[in-house]
């Protein structure tokens, strides 16, 4: 099932982890608590070592200390923001493969 994702967006926590089973290509977007931008990395080498879109939001600079039960109030606009954007630059990236696939074919 976890291949069939194109977009998995959560929180930080194991549930992130189903990204070991998504294709190439796939945006993994991680929504960190305040204070807890540090903990990112994790999932952030994740993406690169699978190939994974990434990006991660949290909500503001709210210093160093991570605070896991702390509530947090996500921007919503923001998150629809990125993941749109992302959504467009796989679009491109695929398209230019496409084409670029499709020059290399026709030149044989």
């Not at 929180?11 to 929504?31: D, K």
């Not at 921007?75 to 499709?102: C, K, P």
Request: net charge neutral; with cysteine; proline share 4%.
């Amino acid at each position: 099932m976890a291949r069939s994702i194109r977009v998995l967006i959560g929180v930080h926590g194991a549930g992130l982890s189903n990204s070991l089973f998504m294709r190439p290509g796939t945006i993994l977007y991680e929504i960190d608590p305040p204070g807890c931008r540090l903990l990112s990395f994790n999932f952030r080498r994740w993406a690169e070592v699978f190939n994974l879109q990434y990006a991660v939001w949290s909500p503001g600079d709210k210093g160093d200390h991570c605070s896991r039960e702390a509530a947090t109030k996500v921007h919503v606009d923001e998150i629809v923001n990125d993941v749109i954007n992302l959504i467009e630059n796989e679009i491109q990236y695929r398209s230019g493969y496409l084409s670029r696939a499709y020059d290399i074919i026709m030149k044989e």
